[in-house]
């Protein structure tokens, strides 16, 4: 427990409400739905303390019923760009000055806000604009962005409180985390309120001002979670919140000499170019800047022969088809011994079949639509493909319908070979491909899991054996920066399992962790002598007697 001042409230899990039929959060919610439904919104972007229009407006629709429109968005250009830098280098002196606890008090109030008045219309934005159903809405729209919101305010004071051992007497020394020279860029994804959240609020924390830039397919949630920090205290030109098309925003950014930091999630290609780009301008800034990303994923789920098979099938089905698969967290390829896979194969044949799919205002909708035209095309693409390859059987699924939203029935691919496109490429929709290995082959199968895919996000072993989960932790070591062990390789919680991968899958600074928000300071000591001395000479200089 840290004491005095830097004692903060101890930060606890949001509980996740049930939304069962008769619950009080489940009537709230569906009126909060119908009465964004109802209504078409005008969204402007936030620069400073302006709300900025432009004669560019661009229509937000429900990805699962794309001919009903929720309201325009005003887009911008090199120009708006321009005005969010000055902006939030206008903004950063009196910003990084304020006491840290008065920015950690705008945050907590910010979480309070979304746990009470703002759930239902943050839950219902995240619903509509981005097909999520009502419990994958409120894990990530409520809980985990109040989650991180909560602890990222107790890992400052931890940042903060970290300071050299006892001094000699007459010296004091000490350490300043100051916040970094110039601005952050918050390059944010469509999947996830909470990371949109998180990206541009855990470098403000700790004293930065941000260029936000979201995903054009999560600005309907992004414009509540803005209306949240404008009520919390956030001040003018802090996050600054701008629509703008990701080359044209790169282009003023990264040949900005104020440019600071990145804190991005997306894809691992995006991620790679900006990368370069920093590296050929990298003479142009005041300051090396910070890179942080989490990007791509192709996360495995490897069984056991001693594994339970209806624990594995739930593991899939759940891990491969919630949210569509749209998570960098999904369950995408998975190994099964032969000697469990006809068994695993009727499970999950058979939850599959139980799931119905349709709009996220009708509760008993498991899968809802992929979140747009472009994902749905490259997704289905996929699809066809496997069923024109040979070797490659479609065992659930392989449906899909965009006539009234983007909908693609959660689909199964057995292959015979391990090293199938769909085995090592990242979908990011509701296909996963299964290989079935002999099952007295584990640590054969286990390198396989290891070698196949670049990247390392996150993944799972389901055993009963100790020795077979071992030996996974051990083979599987830089393959995942998540490892679940008899669990679904999703579901990561903010304050138990910090999030992040390697290799092709980012720099693993781990969202939720002290370790991200170390990256958004720059340490200064400080040395203070009370009484200087005033003779060069050492004791060692003396002559003898």
Known sequence: MLKGFFNVPDPINEPIKSYAPGSPERTSLQAALADARGKQIDIPMYIGSDEVRTDTKLPLSPPHDHKHLLGHFHEGDASHVEQAIQAALGAKFAWENMHWEQRAAIFLKAAELIAGPYRDKLNAATMLGQSK????????????????????VQYMTEIYAQQPPKNDQGVWNRV???????????????NFTAIAGNLPTAPAMMGNTVVWKPAYTQIYSANVLMEIFKEAGVPDGVINLIYVHGPEAGEVIFK????AGIHF?????????????????IHKYKTYPRIVGETGG??????????????????LARGAFEYQGQKCSAASRAYIPSNLWEEVKDFLVSDLESMKM?????????????IDEKSFDKITGYIEEAKATEGVEVIAGGTFDKSTGYFIAPTVLLVQDPMYKTMQEEIFGPVLTIYVYNAEHFEEALE??????????????FSQDRYAIELATVKLRHAAGNFYVNDKPTGAVVGQQPFGGARASGTNDK?????????????????????????????FLEEDN
């Not at 939720?512 to 203070?528: A, F």
């Open 133 to 152: 159903n009502a419990f994958q809405a409120e894990i990530d729209s409520a809980c985990e962005i109040i989650d991180f919101l909560r602890f990222n």
């Open 298 to 315: 192709k996360d495995f789920v490897i069984a056991h022969k001693s594994a339970h098979p209806k624990a594995v099938a739930t593991a």
């Open 358 to 370: 349709g709009g996220t205002e009708d509760f008993g909708n498991f899968i809802n639509a992929v």
């Open 256 to 259: 900005h000499p104020d440019f």
């Open 265 to 281: 999630t997306g894809s691992t290609g995006v991620f790679q170019t900006i990368w370069k780009t920093i590296g050929e301008n």
């Open 176 to 190: 300043e985390h100051r916040p970094l020279e110039g601005f952050i860029f918050a390059l944010t994804p469509f």
């Open 448 to 461: 396989l899991v290891d070698q196949t895919s670049p990247y390392a996000l996150t993944g799972a072993v």
């Open 511 to 539: 969202a939720g962790s002290m370790i991200n928000l170390l990256r958004w300071v720059s340490p200064r000591t400080i040395k203070e002598t009370f009484v200087s001395p005033k003779n060069y000479r050492y004791p």
